[in-house]
C-alpha cells in the first residue's frame, strides 16, 4: 500500500542514506573479493519509507555506502529524507549539513531518531516511530510546504501500519548487485526482555507478522533485477518471537520447524548467546538462553545444515578474572566459526541504560571504547576483548573451526541442483571471486596453509560453496581483528569511538599468530 492521503502538489523526494563507520558486521574487508560489491545490504527502512510516498511524488535513493549524494541531486530534491543508527549519526548529521547548504528541508526517522531524538536539534522535521500516522501526517506538511518549519517539529507514530499492509521496500531504486546480501523482514518485536536490548522499546513485546504472500513478492521483486546477490538475510528482531506460534511449533520443533528451514535453503543463524556464563545470562534477563543446554542446542542446528553464528558480550558486571577462558573453551567446544564479540554498550531505551544512569556509571567519553563504566578496570576489560578476538580469529583455529562445519554441518544441507545456477552472470561473478581468493589467500596472504586445509576438505565433498564462503568469511574476519588489535577498530559495533588514528591511550597490544 502507499500513502491513502490525496496529495495537491508533486514533490521530489531524496532518500540518503548514511554510511556505516566499517566494522566486524558490515564485511567491508571481504567487498574485494568480489566484483562490484560496494555495501553489506539494503536500507529496508528507508526503502519501505520511499516506497510508501505518494505515487505522484518523485523519489530517488542514494545509499551513500556505495557513494556520497552529489551536489546535483540535493539541488534537484525538494525534501531530504534520512535514516540511520546511534552509530550513523556523524554521518546523519552531515548529510544535514549538505541538505541545509543546497537550502532543503530535511527529515530523520529510524532507530536513532526514535530512540533519543534530543541528538538530533538541527534536523527540520524528527519521525518518531514506526509506519504509521507520523508518517501520513508528514506528508501532508510536505504537501502543503516544503519550507523548513520555524522550529524543529517532532512527528510521533501512534497508529501503526499493520505489516500485513507494508508496501514492498522500493528495491527499484537501488542497485542490488551493489550488496552482499538481500535483506527480508518476516516480523517485528520481541517478546523478551534482555537488558541490553532496546527492541522492546522500539518495536513492542508482541511480534507483528507479515504474510507468506508478502515474502514471495519482496523476493520475486529482488528476483526481478538481474545480478541481485543470491543470499537473503532475514533481519527479524527475533525470529521465532511470536510466543503463540512458538507454543504451538515447541513439540514438533525438532521434525518440522528446523527440517522446512533445511528444506528452504536455510544455511545459518545469527544466534544471541552473548555469553556462555549462565548466572551472567539471569542477569541481563535473558533466562531462555539456559533453558536447555547450550552445546546440544548448537549441535542440534548443525545437524539440520545450521551454520551458528554468534553474538558475545564482554564487559558484563558478571564477567570475572575466569570469563575469558570460559569463553576460549566455549570457542573451542561449539566449533562456531564466527563469533562477533563486543564490549557492552548502553543504548537509550533500555533498562541497562536506565540502570547505568541511575547508579552514575555511564561516560560518554569520545575516545572510550564503551559508554559504560564497567565493575573491573576498563583497561583490563578492553585488554580481555583483544586477547578474545586475537584468540577466536586465530587463522590456524578459525579455519579449523570451519574444517569442523564442512565436516559436520554442511554435509547435513539440502542437496540442491545446480543447474538453475549456471548461467554467465553467476559464473562470471564466480570466477572473478575464485581469482581473488588465490591472489589474496594463497600468494598474498600469511594463513595459505589453514585455508588451504579447510578448503581441500571442502573441495573433497564437492562442497564448492563452501571453499568460497570461508574465504569471503575468514578473510573480513582475520583482517578486521589485526586492524582492531592494532587500535584502528572499536570493540563495538555502537562504539563511537574514532578510529582515524591510533587509540589516544597506552594499550595492551595483542597480536593475531602467522601461519606461513
Request: net charge positive; proline share 7%.
Amino acid at each position: 500500500m502507499r500513502c491513502s492521503i490525496d496529495v495537491r502538489n508533486k514533490r521530489r523526494v531524496l532518500c540518503v542514506f548514511p554510511r556505516y563507520t566499517p566494522s566486524f558486521g558490515t564485511f567491508n574487508h571481504a567487498y574485494r573479493l568480489m566484483r562490484g560489491v560496494r555495501a553489506f545490504m539494503p536500507p529496508q527502512g528507508l526503502l519501505l519509507i520511499a516506497a510508501y510516498m505518494p505515487a505522484s511524488w518523485q523519489v530517488r535513493f542514494v545509499d551513500e555506502n556505495i557513494r556520497p549524494a552529489k551536489p546535483a541531486e540535493l539541488a534537484w530534491a525538494d525534501v531530504v529524507l534520512i535514516s540511520g543508527m546511534h552509530i550513523q549519526a556523524p554521518q546523519i548529521r552531515d548529510i544535514d549539513r549538505r541538505a541545509k547548504a543546497a537550502g532543503k528541508v530535511t527529515v530523520l526517522g529510524g532507530p536513532s531518531a526514535s530512540a533519543s531524538p534530543e541528538m538530533y536539534p538541527e534536523i527540520d522535521y524528527l519521525h518518531i516511530g514506526e509506519l504509521g500516522d507520523a508518517t501520513d501526517a508528514l506528508i501532508a506538511r510536505l504537501d502543503d510546504s516544503v519550507a523548513p518549519p520555524p522550529q524543529q517539529l517532532r512527528l510521533t507514530t501512534q497508529e501503526r501500519v499493520a505489516l500485513a499492509d507494508f508496501p514492498i521496500p522500493a528495491y527499484d531504486l537501488i542497485p542490488l548487485k551493489k550488496y552482499l546480501l538481500c535483506t527480508l523482514q518476516f516480523s517485528s518485536g520481541c517478546p523478551y526482555r534482555c537488558e541490553f536490548c532496546d527492541i522492546p522499546a522500539l518495536y513492542g513485546r508482541q511480534p507483528r507478522l507479515k504474510t507468506p504472500q508478502q515474502i514471495i513478492a519482496e523476493l520475486n521483486a529482488m528476483r526481478s533485477q538481474s545480478g541481485h546477490p543470491n543470499t537473503v538475510y532475514f533481519v527479524d528482531d527475533n525470529f521465532i518471537g511470536n510466543r503463540k506460534a512458538t507454543r504451538e511449533m515447541l513439540p514438533h520443533l525438532l521434525e518440522e520447524i528446523l527440517g522446512l528451514m533445511r528444506e528452504a535453503q536455510f544455511v545459518g543463524l545469527f544466534v544471541g548467546i552473548e555469553t556462555p556464563e549462565a548466572d551472567a545470562l539471569k542477569a541481563m534477563r535473558k533466562e531462555q538462553n539456559v533453558a536447555s543446554p547450550m552445546m546440544e542446542s548448537i549441535r542440534t542446528l548443525n545437524d539440520y545444515g545450521l551454520e551458528v553464528t554468534s553474538g558475545i558480550i564482554l564487559g558484563l558486571d558478571t564477567d570475572s578474572e575466569d570469563t575469558e577462558s570460559r569463553l576460549k573453551e566455549f570457542i573451542d567446544l561449539s566449533k562456531i566459526p564466527m563469533l562477533t564479540i563486543n564490549l557492552l554498550q548502553a543504548l537509550p531505551k533500555t533498562p541497562l541504560w536506565d540502570r547505568l544512569a541511575r547508579d552514575k556509571r555511564l561516560d560518554h567519553e569520545p575516545g572510550r571504547e564503551s559508554n559504560v563504566c564497567f565493575l573491573r578496570p576498563y583497561d583490563e576489560v578492553v585488554a580481555t576483548w583483544r586477547r578474545s578476538i586475537a584468540y577466536a580469529n586465530d587463522p590456524e583455529r578459525l579455519f579449523e573451526r570451519f574444517r569442523y562445519q564442512v565436516e559436520n554441518t554442511y554435509t547435513n544441507r539440502k542437496a540442491v541442483d545446480a543447474a538453475g545456477k549456471l548461467n554467465w552472470g553467476n559464473l562470471s561473478r564466480a570466477a572473478v571471486m575464485v581469482f581473488r581468493i588465490l591472489v589474496y589467500l594463497v600468494v598474498l596472504s600469511d594463513y595459505r596453509r589453514p585455508y588451504l586445509r579447510a578448503a581441500r576438505e571442502a573441495f573433497k565433498r564437492g562442497q564448492f560453496d563452501a571453499v568460497i564462503g570461508m574465504a569471503f568469511i575468514g578473510y573480513h574476519l582475520i583482517e578486521f581483528s589485526r586492524e582492531a588489535l592494532r587500535g584502528e577498530q572499536n570493540a563495538s559495533f555502537y562504539s563511537q569511538a574514532r578510529k582515524d588514528r591510533a587509540a589516544d591511550r597506552p594499550q595492551e597490544r595483542v597480536a593475531i599468530p602467522k601461519s606461513a
